[in-house]
């Protein structure tokens, strides 16, 4: 069913390869129908959820990675979903299939709203939008969250990045310079001890 998670079951089994044509269908469908903010989420819906071209397992360290990065998510999404899926070609199918159609459309909305668009019914309008928008990224957070969140530790890490944004007010490299080094540290790959390993064995 579109929008389905994929089944746990299916993610050890071989994946057919996507085509190129495949890729910019999908991806110029979602720049001419996205609107507003939480376009990552709409993107994990189609890719994970209705597509199964991803897993969650390999989507979230994508976005994680286009977060902390500097430019767009969603072009820096785009790469990082078309090269794990073709190669380089198809980071650049699926950067422009998803710039290209949305950039002829505002060129010609912003002609038409500049010229005839400073109206109530269009604010009102732009106000429904950006409503979506916020609803569309409250959304990703509470999935990703299911999947990313492991522990008291992880929420306390999303507490004080929240209240150094929030309430520091730091700029948001600062914040990731001060975040980084604790999540890594926190995650960092633990030995296994010995006893840990010998019950374990049969």
């Not at 309430?167 to 001890?193: G, K, N, S, T």
Request: hydrophobic share 50%; glycine share 10%; charged share 15%.
């Amino acid at each position: 069913m579109p929008g389905e998670a994929p089944n746990p079951n299916d993610q050890g089994r071989p994946r057919k390869r996507v085509s190129l044509i495949e890729i910019a269908g999908l991806f110029g469908f979602i720049g001419i129908t996205s609107f507003g903010g939480g376009l990552t989420a709409y993107i994990r819906r189609l890719v994970v959820g209705q597509k199964q071209w991803l897993t969650d397992e390999e989507f979230l360290p994508g976005l994680a990675l286009v977060q902390i990065l500097p430019g767009a998510n969603v072009a820096g999404l785009s790469i990082y979903i078309g090269n794990h899926l073709r190669g380089p070609l198809g980071a650049v199918v699926a950067l422009t299939s998803i710039l290209i159609p949305p950039f002829i459309l505002v060129c010609i909305l912003g002609f038409l709203y500049f010229h005839a668009g400073k109206t109530t019914d269009t604010r009102a309008v732009l106000a429904g939008i950006t409503a979506t928008a916020c609803g569309l990224m409250a959304s990703m957070v509470f999935e990703a969250g299911q999947k990313a969140i492991r522990g008291v530790f992880d929420i306390v890490l999303i507490l004080l990045t929240f209240a150094l944004v929030r309430f520091a007010h730091l700029h948001v490299p600062y914040v990731i310079l001060i975040m980084a080094p604790l999540a890594i540290w926190w995650h960092r790959p633990r030995p296994v001890q010995e006893g840990a390993v010998e019950s374990t064995k049969p």
